[in-house]
């Protein structure tokens, strides 16, 4: 393998073969030409003709960075050249390191303009390639990272791979114990170049097996195969030469995957929970919110399902998922001072953050909190009310909302430390000196409490093993080591006081930051799925606020109309309508990238929840309309036979069948930082099948769980999100219908935690004349009386739970969730 000559260099590699001589004529002028060809057009930086603010971000740069399209593929083949591939985003700080310290070095840039065809990715623009060859990466050194760095055939079959390498520092030194020094570029470079050179041949054949071994170690909801007979009824189609399986949607599924899983899966998240400092794992610390989820909804998932887990471990599940969340909190992955939150924690304690802070991590956790905060009695004064008030307000600011109604990407982990620095600090808008917080503060009883509670230290609260570079020589991350019972004990004041006086600091804190230092580089992406999850979470949010009270309702208005304007801009710049096509990404204009599966999902969701929240029809009309395009062009649906690009057993591919510079379809279903494509798709598929009454929906649902039935009866853990469409699988789901301004039903569904599936369908004595109405046919069984929902021909007894809708007793509200 090529990761192993790196390490150790062959010492007797395969020639490249020569050509054969020709005898003369046309052969010989052939052979003569490939002998002398012309000296190719030297690169040139194309950085800036791309839209990505993280590509444009390399105009400068040394290298010639091409962008991914048929220019820089064929002349990687025209010339036989390795491809060099860069993968990563704006706000990363070893990014922007690898650009400050490696990329602007002539030696690394010389080496890969004359020897390769570099290509920069915005992994945010094309999270199809980030995922192949993060696999790749993953498969040879068992982690991850950015900027990922591969070397590929003109083919694009990878060949080596790296996250972070050193900077330029010569060759490889041994040292007296033996050990290798970090690869650094130069090093990484050349052996990679000699291999090529030398056995190209062997390279190549390397690289194929590879791109065979990553379709086996991809095969996610391909491993169905023997089971697809019990997927029941579909029958061959009558038609001669018919490439297709006519389904009969009204047919059940049948599959191993049952409630057990949930309960395994519970038990394995457990064995690695940390009950010191909450989350998972005794290193780094990611935010996992769909593995939060699954903990926090244990107490309310229906009671077969409870019974199967057990009442009272049910209880310490949902206790470990909200012991999470007080740490994280109260950890420096908490920006404190300016809300919202930071990407993960390199430390065990979250006491030192990655400084990345990203809409998507932010759009989910509000999710997290706005659970936690219903779970602990969802009052005004409740525990985590302010959190979820904090990071939605973050969210809807001028740091992330744009002035069109799009929500930007992210803001940079780098800044300048001072206005007119050249350089950037990690971290360098968030950090603070003891000095320099107590002339901010300028009070020394308030500067006490305050450093007390946030562990501000005269040199720096950053242990050394975390920071090898002197980056944070007498910097603090402020972060909660005690809280304000403990203070008042301290120093002997009451706790009003130590509040007051916290509160009071934190003001200053935060005019001087926004008044002195320069805020980080924002990424004005705007990225369809990323608004999509903004839009679900601020629309729950806010329905949460306007149902809880009047002190809190004209705050959840306010996210209600940002969220409908979201909406709004990505329907009115990134939907084609006379096309029917969903694009990606919007960057001074919309780019030619067409949406991902995972676009289509979390719009999807987000629409649902506007239209539970609005019970405006058009919302659930353009949701229905994206589901039936994204099943046509993700689906794995019943074809003659299987094949590389459509394995036939259900379920989501993240591309469609002839997606660019893809040598893989990937179906995504493990959760990652982000909800798993598979996982949301689910659950919009229940949701819209019961709100719809369209078994299609309902069917693929649950087909879509069964593909990746192999993989979760073995690791059932992995797929936290997935799981929670084994409930309405096997149990159904619950539907509600709310009839015109019935206020007592909406608080009920509002302020209800998520657990199983349920959904929320408006009802007006109109409508008859609705999209609804039409797009339904149940709806002309039902008449409104008494401002409840009831069969039109009771006599007959129909009811509603035979239409899969029950009614929400407001004086019983747990009964229903």
């Known amino acids: 393998m090529m990761s192993a000559q790196l390490q150790q260099p062959s010492q007797n590699g395969t020639q490249v073969p020569e050509s054969g001589n020709s005898s003369s004529g046309t052969n010989a002028l052939l052979e003569a030409v490939h002998s002398n060809p012309p000296d190719p057009e030297p690169l040139r930086n194309r950085a800036r003709h791309s839209k990505s603010p993280f590509v444009r971000a ?11 399209d048929d220019d820089a593929v064929s002349r990687a083949k025209r010339e036989n050249k390795l491809i060099f591939m860069s993968i990563g985003f704006l706000a990363s700080h070893y990014c922007h390191l690898t650009r400050q310290e490696s990329f602007s070095n002539r030696s690394v840039a010389s080496l890969l303009n004359d020897n390769f065809v570099p290509i920069l990715i915005d992994r945010e623009e094309r999270p199809d390639i980030d995922n192949i060859y993060m696999s790749y990466n993953q498969s040879l050194s068992g982690s991850g990272g950015w900027p990922l760095n591969v070397f590929l055939t003109p083919e694009l079959e990878p060949v080596f791979s790296g996250t972070y390498f050193a900077a330029p520092q010569g060759d490889i030194a041994v040292e007296n114990g033996g050990a290798e020094k970090p ?17 190209e041949p062997r390279v190549r054949d390397e690289a194929k097996k590879m791109v065979v071994e990553l379709r086996h170690i991809s095969a996610e909801g391909t491993l169905n195969r023997e089971d697809a007979e019990d997927l029941q009824p579909p029958q061959p189609s009558t038609q001669p030469n018919s490439t297709t399986i006519d389904v009969d949607y009204s047919g059940e599924v049948y599959g191993e995957v049952d409630l057990d899983q949930i309960e395994t899966a519970l038990e394995r998240i457990t064995t690695n929970f940390d009950p010191m400092h909450g989350g998972f794992g005794l290193k780094e610390k990611f935010l996992t919110p769909a593995k939060l989820s699954l903990l926090l909804r244990a107490t309310r998932f229906p009671r077969v399902v409870r019974d199967v887990i057990g009442p009272n471990d049910c209880t310490y599940m949902s206790e470990m998922g909200l012991h999470t969340l007080r740490r994280i909190v109260n950890g420096a992955v908490h920006d404190h001072i300016g809300g919202g939150f930071h990407r993960y924690s390199v430390t065990r304690d979250w006491s030192l ?20 905060w219903l779970l602990s009695g969802g009052d005004p004064d409740s525990e985590f009310a302010d959190v979820v008030t904090e990071v939605a307000d973050y969210i809807t600011s001028d740091r992330l909302l744009s002035p069109g109604g799009g929500f930007f990407t992210s803001e940079a982990a780098d800044s300048h430390n001072r206005r007119g620095d050249r350089d950037k600090g990690n971290g360098a808008y968030y950090l603070w000196t003891r000095k320099e917080f107590d002339t901010v503060i300028s009070d020394e ?10 562990n501000v230290r005269e040199h720096g609260n950053v242990g050394r093993e ?10 603090n991350a402020l972060h909660v080591v005690r809280n304000s019972a403990r203070l008042s004990k301290q120093l002997g004041i009451p706790e009003d006081e130590v509040k007051q006086k916290i509160e009071s600091a934190r003001g200053k804190l935060q005019a001087y930051r926004e008044r002195e230092r320069v805020q980080p580089e924002i990424d004005t992406k705007i990225v369809t799925s990323y608004n999509g999850m903004a839009i679900a979470a601020l629309t729950r949010t806010a329905l949460a606020l306007i149902h809880t009270g009047p002190d809190t309702a004209e705050r959840g208005q306010r996210y209600l109309e940002v969220a409908k304007n979201a909406a709004q801009f990505i329907k009115r710049e990134l939907w084609d309508d006379k096309e029917k096509v969903l694009y990606r990404v919007y960057s001074d204009g919309r780019t030619d990238i067409k949406a991902f599966a995972e676009d289509y999902a979390f719009l999807i969701e987000g629409l649902i929840e506007l239209y539970q929240g609005t019970a ?15 099943i046509k062009l993700f689906y794995d649906d019943f074809t003659t036979s299987p094949t590389t690009v459509n394995a036939r057993c259900g379920a989501f591919y993240s591309t469609v069948v002839d997606a660019p510079y893809t040598l893989l379809r990937i179906k995504d279903a493990m959760d990652t930082s982000q909800p798993s494509v598979n996982a949301v798709s689910v659950s919009n598929l229940f949701r819209l099948g019961g709100l719809l009454g369209d078994q299609k929906y309902t069917f693929l649902a649950k087909e879509s769980v069964n593909a990746f039935g192999v993989e979760m009866l073995e690791y059932p853990n992995l797929f936290p999100g997935l799981l929670c469409g084994v409930i309405p699988w096997r149990l159904g789901g619950r539907h509600w219908v709310a009839v015109g301004e019935n206020s007592a039903v909406l608080k009920v569904f509002f302020r209800a935690p998520r657990a199983s599936l349920f959904t929320l369908r408006h009802h007006s004595p ?22 409840v929902f009831t069969p039109r021909a009771a006599g007959t007894g129909t009811t509603l739970d035979d239409f899969g809708f029950v009614e929400i007793d407001p004086h019983h509200p747990s009964t229903p969730f």
């Open 58 to 68: 390399h105009s400068d740069s040394l290298v010639a960075w091409q962008l991914l």
């Open 353 to 372: 953050p990655a400084f990345e802070k990203m809409l998507i991590d932010n759009a989910l956790v509000l999710g997290l909190f706005l659970d936690a």
């Open 445 to 454: 009883q308030e500067s006490e409490a305050a450093a007390a509670y946030w």
């Open 616 to 630: 405006e029809e058009s919302w659930l009309e353009w949701a229905d309309q994206l589901q039936d395009i994204q």
């Open 183 to 199: 690869l650094d570029w130069l090093v990484v470079i050349n052996k990679v170049l000699t291999a090529w050179e030398t056995e």
């Open 466 to 475: 975390y920071d090898p570079h002197d980056e944070f020589l007498n910097q």
């Open 766 to 787: 109109d409508a008859i004349y609705s999209w609804l109405s039409a797009r339904d046919p149940r709806t002309s069984e039902f008449r409104t009386d008494r401002g």
